[in-house]
RNA sequence: GGGGGAAUGUCCCGAGUGGCAAAGGGGGCGGACUGUAAAUCCGCUGCUGUAAUGGCUUCGUAGGUUCGAGUCCUACUUCCCCCA
């Protein structure tokens, strides 16, 4: 990144917060945000259900946008996603049904309106599916009115394209596509909206230029791109995978206690990097928390998940996964807001496995891991570790009405009869 | 169209002479140490089951040879390379 002094507050407030990896024609653009509001996007892929922590820096850079006096647009890529982005994958993507499409695209508008405002106002967020005009485009009519603009030569120096080829991976036709669809939809969105800016995280450049560079051919109008770092945890791994998977945004795919704890387990040197990026905290209270040394930087950790919590699940289920993560982790007790597993009543009084049990609470994935986990010691039975998955777990080993159920010192389930 | 090669524990990479539940690594999980951190060390990492020997299902797909196949044979699928 050049050193330049940014005049508009957006990308004074990007560059302090850490997002900008790079941008085309800095300059230009700076003047542009200073002049007035600037519509600016990003693209979300429809693969998944829901967005996850990946997606997050993204949104905030829409977010930060819009609270810097500009319009965001989020673009799902209804028909994108038809064709698959090769970006940073060594293998074809699995090509989605529409109707998967759909349904994943409905659910993943959920989580952006818990970032962005949306409606008919200026600086108002708006969504658009691109399948509204790409798949309306005709073959010849595509070829003749984009293809024209595209050398192959120059798409074959793109990293997408150039890795999968080194690295001797198929590259199908429809996959090589990709990068123009998305440059089309930055056009059509500029023609549409007046939109000038694409955003996107970095492996994602090659396609924003291209985008850039159609509109300043084509349109002769001004355009800019700009990309965030990819993110990984300073000990290297790649951000937003746990050990049940990907850390989801929707509710229904991980519950906001386990949200809260994906934030609070951050490695203390991603503490002050993931407070610009995923907070509103102003910057020097920032500062101090990141100041912060030796075991006090739990303190900064529980900040950062809280803000980001209430921010995806609103005060209440941050305030409540708090609490529970205080109660299981600092005072030993049990919280009723800690994850729970029903058994029948009848069932427990009869005796039901350990190991069975665990399977069922989710500890597990089977018996036999059951087993190894419990002759690990690592599988606690209210708070006793417990070396036999085989002993039975029954009515008496309800303390307070439920039993608290761990594997290892994170993963905890309350057992409640019903 | 012709010739050569490849596919392995469904997370990834990857060794594998006919006796293999299959080396090694990464990742993941658990334990110890800590601060619900990192680093380090130890254990586990197909399913099922026992106090234990076990049973079952796995090496691209389908057949075959064999007491026994990841390993040999045949066909098929997909991919890579060379020639046309």
Redo the contacts with the bound molecule.
């Keep these: 990144m050049t050193e330049t002094a940014f005049k508009s507050e957006f990308l004074k407030t990007m560059q302090a917060r850490g997002y900008i990896h790079q941008v085309t024609h800095p300059e230009e653009l700076d003047a542009a945000c200073c002049k007035g509001p600037v519509t600016g996007y990003i693209g979300y892929d429809a693969t998944a259900p829901s967005l996850h922590v990946g997606n997050l820096i993204t949104i905030m850079m829409l977010r930060r946008l819009q609270q810097t006096g500009h319009k965001p647009i989020v673009i799902v890529g209804g028909g994108t996603t038809k064709v698959g982005d090769p970006s940073g994958k060594?293998?074809t993507r699995q090509l989605r049904t529409a109707e998967e499409i759909e349904a994943n695209i409905a659910s993943q508008k959920q989580a952006f309106a818990k970032f962005l405002t949306f409606g008919d106002g200026e600086t108002d967020a708006i969504l658009v599916n691109n399948d509204e005009w790409l798949s309306k485009l005709g073959y010849i009519d595509f070829l003749r009115e984009y293809g024209v603009h595209f050398t192959i030569n120059r798409m074959l120096t793109f990293d997408s394209v150039k890795l999968r080829?080194e690295r001797?991976?198929?590259?199908?036709f429809i996959e090589f596509n990709y990068m123009l669809m998305q440059a089309t939809d930055f056009l059509e969105l500029e023609r549409r909206y007046g939109c000038v800016l694409q955003m996107g995280g970095s492996d994602q450049w090659g396609n924003i230029v291209n985008g850039v560079d159609l509109i300043r051919r084509v349109d002769q109008k001004p355009a800019f791109g700009l990309t965030t770092p990819l993110l990984s945890?300073?000990?290297?791994?790649k951000m937003g995978?746990?050990?049940?998977g990907a850390v989801w945004l929707n509710a229904d795919m991980l519950s906001p206690y386990d949200y809260?704890?994906f934030w609070?387990?951050?490695?203390?040197?991603?503490?002050g990097r993931f407070l610009k990026l995923f907070t509103d905290l102003p910057l020097d209270e920032i500062a101090r928390l990141e100041a912060l040394?030796?075991?006090?930087?739990?303190d900064a950790?529980?900040v950062l998940?809280n803000e980001a919590t209430r921010m995806l699940h609103g005060e209440a289920e941050a305030a409540k996964a708090?609490a529970a993560?205080?109660a299981?982790?600092?005072l030993g007790g049990l919280s009723a807001d800690l994850p729970t597993h029903e058994v029948a009543r009848a069932d427990l009084e009869a005796g039901v496995?350990l190991?069975?049990l665990a399977?069922a609470a989710g500890l597990?994935?089977?018996?036999?891991?059951?087993?190894?986990?419990a002759?690990?010691?690592?599988?606690?039975v209210n708070d006793k570790?417990e070396a036999?998955?085989?002993r039975a777990v029954t009515a008496a080993d309800l303390v307070d009405g439920v039993v608290k159920l761990?594997?290892?010192?994170?993963?905890i389930v309350l057992v409640k009869p019903v």
Aim: net charge neutral.
């Design positions: 060594d293998e080829l001797e991976q198929p590259l199908t945890t300073s000990s290297g791994a995978k746990t050990a049940q809260w704890q609070r387990n951050t490695e203390d040197g991603d503490v040394q030796g075991a006090e930087i739990n950790k529980k998940a708090a993560a205080q299981a982790f600092e496995m190991a069975d399977v597990a994935a089977s018996k036999g891991e059951a087993r190894r986990l002759q690990g010691g690592g599988l606690r570790a036999d998955a085989n761990a594997a290892g010192k994170k993963k």
